[in-house]
């Protein structure tokens, strides 16, 4: 029978440089999947590859095989031994492998619990592999109901909801406090990564940005170049302040660059007229006496600091929400999945014990010289019997598997009884008889 096999590296697993090297970029891995399913053993798979994870999802023959052909081909292209891989290399198997997927999708495996771009990553992963024509149905049913599962996550929980890095709580908070940002002029003070980041969130918001240089006026230009803004000396940061709905600073000067004498001044100018400061640097950018102007809002990384604390504890709080919801989800599958092996490891029982029986019976055919052809007929119909009796009590107990541990326990059964099944795919299933139908119907049956 065939199995789901995940494996991959993580932020969790492995550092940057590692999972840069494994890396599967859209082209490379529609190249490596083909070149994956070649083997015998694997005969679907799908690759999600992000800054934070590379991870194989595959549908084998061989799990073992399999995955240690996925980890030869992953340490190739990205030039690192297949013993120093396996160091970061996690593997899961069916139900946890895709429990994983699901979690992976609602968010709750990412860096920042609850981000939402992972739910078009994996869309998106999905698509490529369907192009590439590496999925199957097994793959099909695991990607979409993942993608659903995500979807409700999203939908019935506030997990993506509260923001949780610095500059999102930032624009976030200009939200709330100035209303639309869209035509809001914003000077942003510094251009390191907190600067950028911010920026970019202004931009996605229709702000326009003002960026202001002390000594890198060459990044000033780059970034009004790349976020459609403009950039001005440090000199001038009194005069755009007078235009300015909101200031934002966040350089690594070790000195204040606002003082509240200055901008006093400035608010003179702008007739008192409302301003927004948000302080991100440390040490601060802005003199503290400059919250206490009249029209001033001023707000610093302590005050930012303390929202994104609260942000944190709402998501937790969402996030055992979105796991109660991904266990829901994940019986369903588990059920789907269980289906597809209940019925074809019956009918290896059913065909073993009746071969066995026809087997004792034709081995003691001579010792039956005397038996009239009714007598004959008789003995067959006992043997009959007892195949069904004796099978009738293994199948009744075959409907308390209703949880994710089907799989296992019919490899177990198949293990068992010597059992040879052969693999098939969900859609491609032989139609079964009228008896081994009544048996499946009576085995999803609610229990009362």
């Not at 895709?98 to 981000?115: K, Q």
């Not at 929400?321 to 266990?327: C, D, H, L, Q, R």
């Amino acid at each position: 029978m065939s199995e789901l096999l995940a494996i991959g590296v993580s932020h969790k697993t492995a550092p940057v440089e590692v999972r840069e090297r494994v890396a599967l970029p859209e082209a490379r891995a529609a190249v490596f999947l083909r070149d994956l399913r070649g083997t015998g053993e694997v005969h679907e798979a799908v690759a999600i590859s992000t800054c934070n994870r590379t991870e194989l999802y595959m549908v084998v023959g061989n799990p073992v095989e399999a995955e240690s052909r996925a980890l030869a081909m992953l340490a190739t292209q990205a030039g690192i031994r297949p013993t120093a891989l396996a160091a970061s290399i996690y593997s899961q198997r069916n139900c946890d492998a895709a429990r994983h997927l699901y979690r992976v999708t609602a968010g709750l495996d990412s860096m920042i619990v609850g981000e939402a771009e992972i739910q078009g990553q994996v869309k998106r992963s999905y698509d490529a592999a369907i192009a590439g024509e590496t999925v199957g149905p097994l793959t099909n049913h695991l990607f979409k109901a993942a993608l659903a599962t995500g979807k409700r996550v999203r939908t019935e929980t506030a997990i993506s909801e509260r923001q949780l890095s610095l500059p999102a709580v930032a624009v976030a908070l200009a939200r709330e406090k100035l209303g639309s940002l869209e035509g809001r002029s914003v000077v942003v003070v510094g251009t390191g990564e907190t600067g950028e980041l911010t920026a970019r969130a202004l931009a996605d918001s229709g702000g326009r940005t003002v960026f202001v240089a002390s000594r890198r006026r060459d990044r000033a230009i780059s970034l009004a170049r790349r976020y459609g803004g403009v950039s001005v000396m440090f000199d001038e940061l009194p005069y755009v302040l007078e235009q300015a709905d909101m200031l934002v600073a966040a350089t690594a000067s070790p000195h204040l660059l606002l003082e509240a004498r200055s901008l006093a001044e400035v608010m003179v100018l702008r007739s008192m007229r409302p301003l927004l400061l948000i302080d991100l640097a440390v040490p601060r950018d802005i003199d503290s006496a400059c919250g206490e102007l009249s029209g001033v809002s001023l707000y610093d990384v302590d005050d930012l600091q303390a929202v994104i604390a609260r942000n944190r504890r709402v998501r937790q709080a969402e996030a055992r929400k979105a796991e109660g919801i991904i266990e829901e989800e994940i019986q369903h599958f588990a059920q789907w999945l269980g289906s597809l092996e209940v019925l074809p490891t019956l009918t290896a029982l059913r065909v073993h014990a009746t071969e066995i029986a026809e087997q004792v019976v034709q081995e003691n055919s001579g010792k039956w010289e005397h038996f009239s052809p009714r007598d004959l007929e008789r003995v067959d119909a006992i043997a009959r019997a007892i195949v069904n009796r004796l099978l009738h009590h293994p199948t009744a107990r075959l409907r308390e598997l209703q949880d994710d541990r089907v799989h296992a326990r019919m490899a177990m059964i198949r293990d068992l009884f010597g059992l040879e099944v052969e693999s098939e795919a969900p859609a491609a299933a032989e139609p079964a008889s009228a008896e081994e139908l009544a048996e499946v119907r009576e085995l999803r049956r609610p229990r009362r």
